[in-house]
């Protein structure tokens, strides 16, 4: 299997401009989580799916942020308006059975960069 | 929180030693797990030990969990320069699908 796929890798963009981050999970893992990662709060669960189906979004830190999963094989990261404070890496993992029971398998990460 | 804490925050060691990483955390848990993340690169899983183990082994890793104490330790033995890289530890509340991760300990191992 090829892993959890993400696009871009890196984005730069201006604030208040649009960006829109993808992830692809690992085929039949039927659990999906986004991860934000920054040197100073480490990692933070943003939100996460079961079966394509949003389950706690409390960790989306505002409503510029919204995530979505259409089908099985694709999710999408939506920040509107981006803001220099948004600048981190953001993580895709997907996991077969949830992480209460085993592992999550991440994605190499995209690296968004607002200026 | 339930956020685990990794100590120390930077660990340098030369090749050949073993690396201890520790771990506390704040709840009881369902299961604690072990990542790695090289630089520039996504986490890789490593290890879990569910919270009715004590230890667990795989290859060069030893883990512990004193859930007493709420806390873990990985163990690296004969570390190698390929080792170097963040190092976190993971955990799941009670009837909790959310993984918290801790900050990391960034291990250097000196050639």
């Known amino acids: 299997d090829a892993g959890v796929i993400q696009s871009p890798r890196h984005e730069v963009t201006e604030m208040g401009q649009e960006v829109t981050l993808r992830c692809k999970p690992i085929?039949?893992?039927?659990?999906l989580f986004w991860y934000r990662q920054t040197m100073m709060r480490g990692l933070e669960l943003l939100i996460y799916?079961?079966?394509?189906?949003?389950?706690?979004d409390s960790g989306m830190p505002e409503d510029r942020f919204s995530a979505k999963m259409p089908n099985a094989s694709f999710s999408t990261l939506k920040i509107q308006p981006s803001e220099p404070r948004d600048s981190a890496v953001y993580f895709c993992?997907?996991?077969?059975?949830?992480?209460?029971?085993?592992?999550?398998?991440f994605g190499e990460g995209s690296r968004l960069t607002v200026l | 929180s339930q956020q685990g804490e990794e100590d120390p925050q930077a660990l340098s060691i030369q090749e050949g030693e073993n690396a201890t990483m520790n771990c506390s955390y704040k709840?009881?848990?369902?299961?604690l797990q072990w990542y790695r993340q090289n630089s520039g690169r996504g986490l890789v899983h490593l290890i879990l030990?569910?919270?009715?183990?004590r230890e667990k082994h795989s290859g060069r890793l030893r883990v512990t969990l004193d859930t007493s104490k709420k806390s873990s330790s990985l163990l690296i033995t004969a570390s190698r320069a390929a080792d170097t890289a963040s190092y976190f530890c993971?955990?799941?509340?009670?009837?909790?699908?959310?993984?918290?991760f801790g900050k990391g300990t960034k291990l250097s191992v000196i050639p």
């Open positions: 993971a955990s799941t509340g009670a009837g909790s699908y959310q993984l918290t």
């Open positions: 993992a997907s996991s077969p059975q949830g992480s209460n029971t085993g592992e999550l398998f």
């Open positions: 799916f079961n079966n394509n189906v949003p389950i706690d």
């Open positions: 085929s039949g893992h039927d659990y």
């Open positions: 030990i569910r919270s009715n183990e």
């Open positions: 709840t009881s848990i369902n299961n």
